[in-house]
């Protein structure tokens, strides 16, 4: 343990010890009831694979980390149904991290000296996986996140972290200047809320727009603090010919209201990122103004006329309506957009454990390997949301994006990025790393 | 980074204190503050010019109805303790996950946000179910009835003041309330605690002056519209706030410990929003996790309390010196405190709305399979979690209603009740009019900051 991790994990070693010392590993969801506690070593071959699902059960998370665990539930049983890896079974097991870094930390040690799982999986804030990662390293399990995030492909992270199933930030805002500067403009003013969230998208566009030949003509960054817009829109440029808005928080709502004051129904041409409205119906009064905008989707919420079978099959065995939303509960919305990285990153944990022949956790840097020398997926089932590549130095893939416009208060695909699109050079090796 | 900044945008459901936020921000949130503190000042001046008599003789009526059994608590309470056990067993062997474990589930929305709405609206269950009454009798009996030690006069409630600030920081500043193992340790902990103090200074002793869930179950339950008469028995009808205009007054530490009550779910709403954000110094885009935050959260929970504490000892202690009549403050606050339980049970129901609805659901979900083993003990187990409910901009509106009448209302009744108690406690009507102005005001103010609270934005 280094300086910097002792701290939290005295914190919550008396709380562990304490319990384990009474109960041995309380919280593991059955774990001592059945004939299964057995010494995990001896019986490997019959146990279940356990992969310990990094979930934000609770804190500011909650509503991403409910739809993240359906599609993992969806995909593990899918899995499960056709045979499992290697002949056995997957095991979910769910600890909470409460969506805090700290926690987060304290759930892998969890999970690696109580549960004994194979490998972590599912995290998708990024500050949680920042502050997760170095104790996936120092416990060398390795890491799968679905975070979206550019730390993992920044080199930042650590061997043992890897992001197979969900591109990265860069990726997307890079991959979209092309069809942004071709078909709506190239006089782009940007609308972003100035800390670091808004300063990727400012700093991965601007380059991207002037590739080809386009330009921020003028940036219009909004403390976070702020929950009315009107006094900031008249800094927009009059002929700006695209606005690029990335605004997120509960305020979202009132800038888009505003923007439909602002403009009526002139105004330029815009493209948002359904980040900032994720999870929210497009049909809600007061959104109407987005009628003919655009947006990227990682997937998309809406069902498409020319949805493959594997779309289909994933979007019923995940429950998700043709409108995007719970097939139960239809005010529900998804978090299409991102949670069918948790879907593939499982297939992927799949693909690399048949590859290695992994057997228990002293191969866990076998896996690791495996999973670097992974070059590409294909579209299917496994990958409904597309082919990808994956860069094995980078730990991290690359894949198609959705360009969607708003028609009648829904999202229609209206351009699909190709994988060269979002291609950047990389910056880091964590292969050379020692495992 | 990236994804830390979306979920204000989103309907926040499990566990989180707020409902669709975005869309609230849509609404005219502005009228309804002025409307509904407009509502709370004309209630005062209204009542200022009833006849205060009538109104105490109609807060007085009591409807007799059934008889109370005059059996069956010590085998009540033993139900309570077998099912507080079995829970707490649940939390030390159960899932790890705390939407799938029993215990968070059941202990912070069933009981802490459901039983105590029931003790404000209907009566005092707590008497019945709490899990120490029966435990006790059964060793009493064995051991005699008198207890060994006795609390010393000095300590009054104190203690129970010092644990429901204990309580409050587990719940809204310790990093993991919901962790069944840790949680399942701190009740159990708790528990056996309890059960010695009660069985060395005597059941009656810790329950009213340590036993914090005793003390604020047994204050809250004053509202509500059932009392039972301790000689006969016979349980009568009163009207809500009814039993709180002719209770006694309470001890400075009972005082205290009701505004520390109402601060605690006060500031459980303060430090969601984006302006306590802007006090503890970081982005409420990019909320960093509670572990980031415990010092200014713990400081905030300290300072809330001192300031409404501050605040309404300032008006009673104003409003004494404008009647002109002399009582004492310990006096007139230990009287005119009681007006805030009404209000302290509205922000309850108005901050724990949302989740409740969420939560309850996942609750019974959980119970049906306690050890996530597979048992579907009462058909609920797998039951699709309805997280719906909290979307869009109906539902927003919906509850944002439902809070507005909440807050609005239990402060209009805190007017009534003070205006009741002012009575008695002053000389004459004109002096006790004139002595209600500034906590009148205090309750206007609190009333727009409980409605800003529920308005803004929130992480």
């Known amino acids: 343990m280094t300086g910097k991790r002792s701290k939290s994990s005295m914190l919550t070693q008396s709380g562990l010890s304490r319990r384990t010392l009474i109960k041995g590993a309380a919280a593991g969801a059955g774990l001592m009831m059945g004939p299964g506690f057995v010494r995990y070593a001896q019986a490997q071959s019959s146990e279940p694979i356990k992969i310990g699902f990094q979930a934000h059960r609770t804190g500011i998370g909650a509503a991403y980390g409910r739809w993240y665990e359906r599609t993992t539930n969806a995909a593990a049983k899918m899995i499960n149904d056709a045979g499992g890896i290697n002949g056995r079974p997957l095991e979910i097991i769910t600890e909470d991290d409460g969506t805090d870094p700290k926690r987060g930390a304290e759930v892998v040690e969890k999970f690696v000296n109580q549960h004994k799982v194979d490998v972590v999986y599912g995290t998708l804030f990024s500050h949680v996986v920042v502050g997760s990662a170095p104790t996936a390293g120092e416990l060398k399990v390795p890491y799968y996140v679905v975070s979206e995030g550019y730390h993992v492909a920044s080199g930042k992270m650590n061997r043992w972290c890897v992001q197979p199933g969900i591109t990265d930030v860069r990726a997307q805002v890079t991959s979209v200047a092309p069809w942004i500067a071709g078909n709506l403009g190239k006089k782009v003013t940007m609308v972003y809320p100035d800390y670091a969230f808004g300063h990727d998208h400012r700093d991965f566009f601007t380059p991207a727009i002037s590739a080809q030949g386009g330009e921020v003509i003028a940036q219009v960054p909004i403390p976070p603090t702020e929950s009315s817009f009107t006094r900031y829109l008249p800094q927009i440029p009059s002929e700006t010919e695209v606005l690029y808005h990335v605004m997120v928080g509960p305020a979202v709502l009132t800038f888009v209201k505003e923007l439909g004051e602002f403009f009526g129904s002139s105004g330029p041409k815009m493209f948002g990122f359904i980040d900032s409205l994720e999870a929210v119906d497009i049909a809600s009064p007061g959104l109407e103004f987005l009628d003919g905008t655009y947006f990227w989707e990682g997937m998309p919420r809406y069902a498409q006329a020319d949805d493959s079978d594997a779309v289909k099959a994933y979007r019923a065995a995940v429950g998700i309506n043709d409108n995007g939303a719970s097939t139960e509960d239809t005010k529900d919305v998804a978090t299409a957009a991102h949670m069918f990285g948790c879907w593939e990153t499982l297939y992927v944990i799949k693909q690399a454990m048949e590859a290695a022949g992994y057997q228990g956790p002293q191969d866990r840097a076998k896996l690791i390997e495996a999973t670097e020398a992974i070059e590409k997926f294909d579209a299917g089932a496994e990958h409904p949301q597309g082919d990808k590549v994956f860069n094995g130095k980078i730990h991290q893939c690359f894949g198609h994006q959705n360009i969607s416009m708003v028609e009648n208060q829904m999202l229609k695909v209206v351009h699909r990025t190709s994988i060269e699109d979002g291609m950047y050079e990389p910056a880091a090796d964590y292969t050379t790393m020692p495992l | ?459």
């Not at chain 2, 005059?70 to 309470?77: E, I």
């Open chain 2, 1 to 459: 980074m990236v994804l830390a900044a979306l979920a204000a945008a989103l309907p926040s459901a499990a566990l989180a204190h707020s409902a669709d936020r975005g869309f609230v921000l849509l609404l005219p949130t502005g009228h309804y503050m002025i409307g509904g503190a407009i509502a709370v000042a004309l209630s005062f001046v209204i009542l200022v010019f009833a006849p205060a008599g009538p109104l105490a003789t109609a807060w007085e009526k009591a409807l007799p109805m059934a008889r109370a059994p005059r059996r069956g608590r010590t085998a009540v309470s033993f139900a309570g303790f077998a099912l507080f056990w079995l829970l707490v067993a649940a939390g030390f062997f159960g899932s790890g996950d705390p939407l799938s474990n029993p215990l968070p589930l059941v202990f912070w929305t069933p009981f802490w946000v459901g039983l105590t709405m029931i003790q404000g609206l209907l009566g005092d269950a707590w008497r019945w179910i709490n899990p120490w009454y029966g435990p006790y009798r059964l060793v009493s009996r064995l051991t005699g009835p008198a207890a060994p030690l006795a609390l010393p006069r000095w300590m009054s409630c104190w203690p129970a003041v010092a644990l429901l600030f204990g309580f409050a920081w587990f719940e809204l500043v310790y990093p993991a309330p919901d962790d069944p193992a840790r949680l399942a340790v701190v009740l159990a902990v708790y528990w056996l605690v309890s059960f010695a103090g009660m069985l060395l200074f005597g059941y009656e002793a810790w329950a009213d002056r340590v036993e914090f869930l005793s003390v604020f179950f047994g204050i809250v339950a004053r509202l509500s519209i059932l009392e039972r008469d301790g000689d006969s028995g016979r349980i009568a009808l009163r009207l809500p706030g009814g039993k709180l205009a002719d209770a006694g007054w309470l001890p400075p530490a009972g005082t205290l410990f009701l505004l520390l009550a109402l601060s605690t779910v006060s500031f459980d709403g303060l430090m969601r929003t984006f302006f306590w954000a802007g006090i503890a110094g970081y982005n409420p885009l990019e909320y960093p996790g509670r572990t980031a935050v415990i010092a200014s959260s713990t400081l905030g929970l300290a300072a809330m309390f001192v300031a409404l504490s501050a605040a309404f000892l300032a008006a009673v202690w104003i409003g004494g010196r404008m009647s002109g009549d002399r009582v004492g403050l310990a006096e007139a606050a230990g009287q005119l405190v009681w007006s805030i339980v009404p209000i302290a049970l509205a922000y309850h129901f108005s901050h724990y709305l949302a989740a409740f609805l969420v939560d309850g659901q996942y609750a019974l979900a959980a119970i049906s399979d306690p050890l996530s083993t597979g048992l579907n003990l009462f058909g609920t187990a797998g039951f699709h979690v309805y997280a719906g409910i909290l979307a869009g901009p109906n539902a927003a509106w919906v509850i944002w209603n439902l809070q507005a009448v909440a807050i609005v209302g239990g402060h209009m009744l805190a007017v009534l009740i003070s205006h009741i108690i002012a009575y008695r406690i002053h000389s004459t009507p004109d002096r006790a009019a004139i002595g209600q102005i500034p906590l009148a005001v205090l309750m206007v103010l609190y009333t727009l900051f409980g409605l800003w609270l529920l308005a803004s934005p929130t992480v």
